[in-house]
């Protein structure tokens, strides 16, 4: 069966590091963009970054450019998320995604997510 699962959360304080990762099994990892998104009570959910494991490129959103950095270890099946200098407003469930990248166009988001992992917890306290 297809499973990915998040894991690596915690808490930290302002300006520290934690590293997520994704372990994925059950469906043909070069096929699918893996994302990591994000979501808090009373905060819109938030696409963090993505990586296409067909052609290997990333993209982040713009407020955690410069400092995430999305990686895979293909033989593993695994995405990381390295998050430094994080920040309180970074505190949030963080789930990780696949999306099917063998179509006409490829597309991003929450609605595209064909198999979802559960979520990990960030806080980051000031």
Known sequence: EVQLQASGGGTVQAGGSL???????????????????RHAP??????VSYI???????????????????S??????????????LKPEDTAV?????IYVKLEYVRQGW???D???QGTQVT???
């Not at 407020?63 to 995430?68: C, M």
């Not at 895979?72 to 200098?85: E, R």
């Open 19 to 37: 590293r997520l990762s994704c372990a994925t099994s059950g469906f043909i990892f070069e096929d699918y963009a893996i994302g990591w998104f």
């Open 42 to 47: 009373g905060k819109e959910r938030e696409e």
């Open 52 to 70: 296409n494991n067909s052609d290997g490129s990333t993209s982040y959103a713009d407020s955690v450019k410069g400092r995430f950095t999305i």
């Open 72 to 85: 895979t270890d293909n033989a593993k099946k695994m995405v990381y998320l390295q998050m430094d200098s």
């Open 94 to 98: 963080y789930y990780c995604g696949a």
């Open 111 to 113: 609605e595209y997510v």
């Open 115 to 117: 198999f979802w992992g």
């Open 124 to 126: 980051v306290s000031s």
